[in-house]
């Protein structure tokens, strides 16, 4: 590139423009770390390696490393509208930011702005008064110009500047003006990221005490709840992390491009802090709730979804083994926690009911992406793979109502309960709730999650309460009616 030359005093007042926060809601810098270190051992070890040698270094690194894909970003419409309404006037727009000029450049090039852009290069780190400098550089010593920022480290630009915006911070006695709404309640981003709506699978802990039957006690069902509270908060901690590393495929869906990570209202750090908190309360929880044998359980959990976010999501075929299978732990956890032997026939029918649930969910994922190549890049699929999937995910339903009719049939299974025969009811809602749902995600009535689907779908709820009903004659039968 040509070295910057100071504009001619005579040129209309330039429009410089932070990125990061600003112009868009994402640090484009700290994305880049982390599509770098979720790449493998030997780049997160490059990536610390860089940091040590200083955040210039990293940030020139990572852009020769990673190249940003400036069309996803998550771009603030307001601050584009002063973008269009500068370049209506014929006034220069420049970007400058504390990001690395090889990202910026493609973010200008994506917007069509012609002028040179501002940023971080070598050694040089763009930010605060540094910026000015850089900008001084470029347009002179007493030229005026206007500036769209977002934190405190503006604050020198904007008392620089002829007249100066904001989206976020906006320094006290100052003639900054807000620019858009206020950025959205952390508290509310926070609980959001944590998706509480999908806390319902972790229901899947306390049946052990439904199916042993000591969900009578109320010991036993304290224990159990508060195993699945625990469960909660570890899993809202592996749902940060997965976000964070999902950033890209979110952004190329049509409904998780609203997460906030991929959205730009929760910081990488926030989210990374959050995660740690809710692991340490979740595993010290653990530990005080049943000893070292849950929290082991809960560690294990953790491990597989971690791994799960890292590498196994990418595997064909194996993504939806390890749902099931993590599905099929949180029964083994309810159990561990409240000290009673886990069914082999339960154990088998959880683990082909919730393979069919995690084909669904792929299914869906796969239905409703925006650009398919992107998002299925990063999953192991082709678009071609779509009807491959939704035919293993009912055939693997099926085989799960197959083993609920043999569990039913065992003659050991007589001796647990007071009406075993009324268990062969349980297959013909089952039967008609796995159809269904399967076909409503055909017809693309199904959205994101199919548990958080069904937890809000008045018939499924329904079909629910008919199969607890079925279940509950069956354990106590007669008892029942005499009291």
Not at 410 to 432: F, G, I, S, V
Request: include cysteine; hydrophobic fraction near 55%.
């Amino acid at each position: 590139m040509l070295p910057d030359q100071p504009a001619a005093a005579d040129k209309a007042v330039p429009l410089l423009v932070d990125v990061d926060g600003t112009l868009t809601r994402a640090d484009i810098s700290l994305e880049s770390f982390v599509r770098i270190a979720r790449s493998g051992v030997a780049a997160l070890i490059a990536l610390l390696t860089w940091l040590v040698a200083g955040r210039a270094v990293a940030k020139t690194m990572a852009a020769r490393r990673d190249r940003i894909d400036a069309a996803r970003l998550p771009y603030r419409s307001e601050v584009l509208q002063l973008i269009e309404q500068a370049q209506a006037d014929h006034r220069p727009v420049i970007l400058a930011s504390a990001s690395h000029w090889r990202h910026i450049r493609r973010i200008a090039d994506h917007l069509k702005l012609a002028d040179p852009v501002i940023a971080t290069r070598g050694r040089s780190n763009l930010k605060g008064q540094a910026k000015l400098a850089a900008i001084r550089a470029r347009i002179g010593p007493d030229a005026p110009f206007d500036y769209i920022g977002d934190s405190r480290a503006d604050t020198c630009l904007w008392t620089d500047a002829r007249h100066g915006w904001s989206v976020g911070h906006i320094p006290a006695r100052s003639a900054v003006k807000r620019l858009g709404d206020p950025r959205p309640s952390p508290a509310r981003a926070i609980f959001k990221a944590m998706r509480p709506h999908q806390w319902a699978k972790n229901a899947l802990v306390i049946v052990p005490a439904f199916t042993s039957g000591e969900f009578t006690k109320p010991a036993v069902l304290l224990t159990a709840v508060a195993a699945a509270l625990l469960m909660s908060l570890i899993a809202s901690s592996i749902y940060l992390l997965n976000d964070l590393l999902d950033l890209d495929a979110d952004r190329a869906h049509r409904t998780k491009w609203k997460r906030p990570l991929a959205h730009g209202d929760l910081t990488i750090p926030a989210a990374l802090g959050l995660s740690l908190l809710l692991a340490a309360i979740g595993l010290v929880g653990g530990w005080w709730l049943g000893g070292p044998e849950l929290m082991l359980w809960f560690l294990a959990y953790m491990a597989i979804t971690t791994a799960y976010s890292f590498r196994l999501k990418a595997v064909m075929v194996g993504d939806a083994i390890v749902l099931a299978s993590l599905y099929t732990i949180r029964i083994w956890i309810g159990a561990i926690a409240i000290g009673v032997p886990l069914s082999f026939w339960l154990l088998l029918f959880s683990v082909f009911l919730f393979l069919s649930l995690a084909y669904l969910k792929r299914y869906v994922e796969m239905r409703d992406a925006i650009e398919p190549q992107r998002l299925l890049s990063g999953r192991g699929y082709v678009g071609g793979d779509l009807d491959v999937v939704m035919m293993s995910g009912i055939s693997a339903g099926m085989v799960a109502i197959l083993v609920l009719a043999l569990f039913a049939h065992d003659p050991a299974t007589a001796a647990h309960y007071a009406l075993p025969e009324m268990l062969w009811l349980l297959c013909l809602p089952l039967l008609y709730w796995l159809n269904r749902i399967w076909i409503m995600a055909r017809r693309g009535e199904v959205e994101g999650d199919p548990v958080a689907f069904a937890i809000k779908d008045r018939r499924s709820l329904l079909i629910g309460a008919v199969t607890a009903c079925i279940f509950v004659v069956a354990l106590y039968g007669p008892a029942l009616i005499t009291g």
